[in-house]
């Protein structure tokens, strides 16, 4: 019984796979597509070769058969091939769905048999009519023909064996059935020709399954390849090399057809400290996540990138209006303002965007993204945790900051940059106890140039540790005609503590002025601390080593104060002066005050509050008690020459 079924299950499977000999695959449709490709290409081919192989014939039987044998059954058979040779050339050209493909594999399928049966049919309706010599051409024609059509049609392996079997049965038998020794002979010789054509089929149908197969993984694999190569490993968002070709992309479109688009460039506030503060493994699940806050706030056209450590670009294509990208921006700087989790804590970010306009930003793409990289820069510095647009006014100062870098690289630094100081007062004794240092530049050609316009400049273009370098020679020298017990501020750019090299020198100016480091002061900022917070860390470390001060300049105006306030070894905190402009009209700016006053006074750190212009502003302060306080009501910034005079005139004033 059980051999029974087990012969039983052989059956099925045997009959299962001749039955899958006539049918075309459909679990596979990288091999139908490419069966459909390679006979679309030659199928062609096939009905030229009928039409030409039956009008040969029915010229050798137009004289011997009946006409509608020999002339109007081969004429239609003609007509049939050329309406299906016009099918196929339109049907080349057109693009498939895998549907559509299947379907015309079945219906070529079903042709081919249509088709060869009745060839078959009329070629042995022929038989009976001529000589020998008309019966061999008969013969020859079947031979040729049937070759002929299977090679055309071996990418399709179904259809291919059932025109072999259609074609060349029916001529076995025919020849077998004849007294003719030769034909009986000639049928044996056909048989043995089927079967090594349909072997010779059946090997090719299976190698070219293979090359297929072969070629689909190579495909997946340069996919997979291009997808590596073209995706953040991270964030798996695009990276800067795909941001960088869809950008060349959408700019060629929109040279042909005219639409705009924009770009923008996304900057994460905050994340540095994360990620110097909890380490690279927590700062890389916070990027993860920030990638997924920004996703999600995109349309699915939008292509969003990661450009490189907290830097994210994004592209807007077809005419984005100005207020769909303050929406994404608001969209975006709103999920990200969300708390992170990282274990038991949470971390807060912001962000800032800068975006640019094609073609009204700029007419290339590079020049394209750098205004929007301006646009970026002018954010993080004015509107922090906002967008913002490149516009003509930023044009502008591009164009002027381009004149300022040129004039600021063929300066004599050391003729035309000086120093004024302003006083800091002990509002208890009214003492002068310091000055802080404030860079000044007057160019022989541009006239005076502020210290907000050229430093950024001097930042960008890399001059900065020139200008850094020229400016506390120059006060240095001033702080040694000043009184002992006098100490100067002096202010330090994130270049300047990111280089190891640049700390070096300014060490080695301080040792070579002969003053005592513990006369000086370097004020710092959140942002020149967030550049690199690990060498900064190191750098403000080794002048606390060296015995100079260490102040933190505008405190409560970054994003991540307490962070810096923890981790460096500060003495002194500078309170910004946006809090003292109207801390006599406005409850938040008294509070925020006297909250952090009180923070300073806990942690053993002197509190220096900046902005003191009016009577009223010192009145309320010293009610705090705030000591240490700097603004117009004591004076104005001064020339080194007017600050001995000053502290005569005070000293008298005190007496």
């Known amino acids: 019984m059980k051999i029974s079924s087990l012969k039983i299950g052989h059956l099925k499977s045997a009959a299962t796979a001749l039955f899958a000999l006539f049918r075309v695959p459909t679990d596979n449709m990288e091999l139908a597509r490419a069966q459909y490709s390679a006979f679309t290409k030659q199928i062609p081919l096939l009905y030229v070769l009928l039409s030409i192989n039956t009008i040969a014939v029915a010229f050798t039987y137009a004289p011997l058969a009946p006409p509608w044998l020999g002339i109007y059954i081969p004429a239609m058979l003609c007509v049939l091939c050329v309406a299906r040779l016009i099918h196929w050339a339109r049907q080349s050209r057109t693009e498939l769905d895998d549907d559509n493909v299947l379907h015309q594999l079945r219906r070529t399928n079903k042709l081919a048999i249509i088709i060869a049966a009745g060839f078959t049919a009329w070629a042995l309706s022929l038989y009976d009519y001529g000589d020998a010599y008309a019966h061999a051409h008969v013969s020859f024609y079947m031979a040729v023909t049937v070759i002929g059509c299977i090679f055309c049609l071996m990418h399709l392996r179904s259809a291919a064996i059932s025109v072999t079997l259609v074609v060349n049965i029916p001529y076995i038998t025919f020849f077998l059935m004849q007294p003719q020794i030769s034909l009986k002979a000639m049928a044996l010789n056909l048989t043995f020709v089927c079967a090594a054509m349909i072997t010779v089929l059946m090997i090719y149908s299976r190698d070219f399954a293979r090359l297929v197969a072969s070629r689909g993984e190579t495909h997946r694999l340069s996919d997979e390849n291009f997808r590596i190569a073209n995706l953040d490993s991270l964030t798996q968002l695009a990276n800067r090399r795909l941001f960088f070709a869809e950008l060349e992309r959408q700019y060629a479109s929109a040279l042909i057809d005219g639409r705009g688009f924009a770009i923008g460039i996304i900057d994460l506030d905050g994340f540095k400290p994360i990620n110097d503060t909890y380490g690279h493994t927590t700062g890389d699940r916070v990027l993860v996540e920030a990638a997924q806050r920004i996703r999600q706030a995109c349309a699915d056209d939008l292509i969003l990138a990661r450009l490189g450590g907290d830097e994210f670009g994004f592209i807007a294509s077809r005419n984005p209006a100005p207020e769909d990208l303050q929406a994404l921006s608001d ?32 007419d290339t793409p590079d020049v394209l993204f750098e205004r929007a990289d301006y646009a970026l820069y002018h954010a993080k510095r004015h509107h922090r945790g906002d967008m913002v647009v490149f516009s003509e006014e930023h044009e502008e100062e591009i164009r002027s900051h381009g004149i300022i870098e040129r004039t600021l690289q063929n300066a004599d630094l050391d003729a035309e940059l000086s120093m004024i100081y302003q006083p800091i007062v002990d509002t208890t004794t009214g003492e002068t106890i310091a000055f802080e240092a404030l860079a000044r530049w007057h160019s022989p050609t541009l006239g005076f140039v502020g210290p907000d316009q050229f430093i950024p400049v001097a930042e960008r273009a890399g001059l900065i540790r020139r200008v850094t370098r020229t400016l506390l020679k120059k006060a240095l020298a001033a702080l040694k005609t000043w009184p002992a017990d006098m100490r100067m501020s002096f202010n330090l750019s994130a270049h300047d503590l990111s280089d190891s090299e640049s700390v070096v020198q300014i060490i080695a100016l301080i040792n070579r002025s002969g003053i005592n480091p513990k006369r000086l002061d370097f004020e710092i900022t959140e942002t020149s601390v967030s550049h690199d917070f690990v060498q900064a860390r190191a750098a403000v470390t080794t002048f606390k080593a060296l015995g100079v001060g260490i102040s933190l300049d505008d405190f409560g105006t970054g994003y991540s104060s307490l962070s810096h306030v923890h981790s460096l070894p500060l003495d002194k905190i500078k309170v910004d002066r946006s809090f003292v402009t109207d801390i ?72």
């Open 584 to 655: 006599n009209t406005n409850p938040v700016s008294l509070k925020i005050v006297k909250s952090l006053t009180a923070l300073c006074a806990d942690m053993d750190l002197e509190c220096i509050i900046e902005g003191v212009e009016t009577e009223a502003q010192l009145a309320t302060l010293m009610e705090l008690g705030c000591r240490r306080v700097q603004g117009y009501y004591f004076a104005r910034p001064m020339p080194e020459c007017d600050v001995l005079p000053y502290l005569d005139l005070a000293t008298a004033k005190r007496a």
């Open 331 to 362: 969209s975006i700087t709103g999920l990200l303002r969300l708390p992170f989790s990282i274990g038991s804590s949470s971390v807060q970010l912001g962000c800032s965007i800068g975006v640019a306009f094609y073609p009204q930003s700029a």
